[in-house]
């Protein structure tokens, strides 16, 4: 009993101080990146560059330095940062962004937070923008989000309408089989 006692009281109080204490990431450091403690200051730093990354890994809420120079990100998905409240530093050139409206919320986004940190970005793709700095595109050169939307409904609406009649077909021929009307008209 005396055992448990102690063992369950040390849990708790393991579990306190790496509540309290600051700059302990309360999150897992993403995979392919590594995190160290900020010393003094609260937060972390997240070191992803050069880890060949494709997409934004999951980044703990606490980070304040985020490197991600040298990858393979061509976006970042819209909101992505937005749950960063402390994120100071960050790094993002060497990567192969793709400049259309998708590209709009990270411009915005280092537009009002990190300045620094969007100077040096260029596009890779499409072939029209290629080398061009994404600070100076025009909302023009950014493509038209909206035209996004209805061209995914046009899909979507004549996937629909090919599966409906399809539907139709098949019960009409079964309909007419048991029936037996294709085999005595
Ligand atoms: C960029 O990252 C690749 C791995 O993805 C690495 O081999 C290369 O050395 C890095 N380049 C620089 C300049 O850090
Ligand atoms: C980002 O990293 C590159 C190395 O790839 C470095 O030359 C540059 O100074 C860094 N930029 C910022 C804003 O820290």
């Known amino acids: 009993m005396h055992v448990l006692a102690v063992l369950g009281c040390a849990l708790s109080l393991v579990s306190l101080v790496s509540l309290l204490s600051p700059g302990v990431a309360d999150e897992q450091c993403p995979p392919p990146c590594s995190c160290s403690s900020l010393g003094d200051a609260r937060g972390t730093r997240v070191d992803c560059a050069s880890r060949g990354l494709r997409s934004l890994p999951a980044l703990p809420r606490l980070t304040r330095s985020l490197l991600l120079h040298n990858n393979s990100l061509a976006s970042i998905p819209s909101g992505a940062l937005d749950g960063l409240g402390l994120l100071q530093e960050l790094n993002l050139s060497h990567n192969p962004w793709h400049c259309d409206c998708r590209l709009l919320y990270l411009r915005l986004w280092l537009e009002d937070a990190a300045v620094a940190a969007l100077a040096p970005l260029r596009c890779a793709s499409p072939a029209a923008l290629r080398m061009r700095a ?52």
């Open 134 to 185: 994404l600070q100076r595109l025009t909302g023009n050169e950014l493509g038209p989000c909206k035209r996004l939307l209805p061209t995914k409904c046009l899909q979507f609406f004549w996937r629909d309408l090919v599966l409906i009649a399809g539907a139709i077909i098949s019960l009409v021929l079964a309909a007419c089989a048991t029936t037996r009307c294709l085999n005595n008209p």
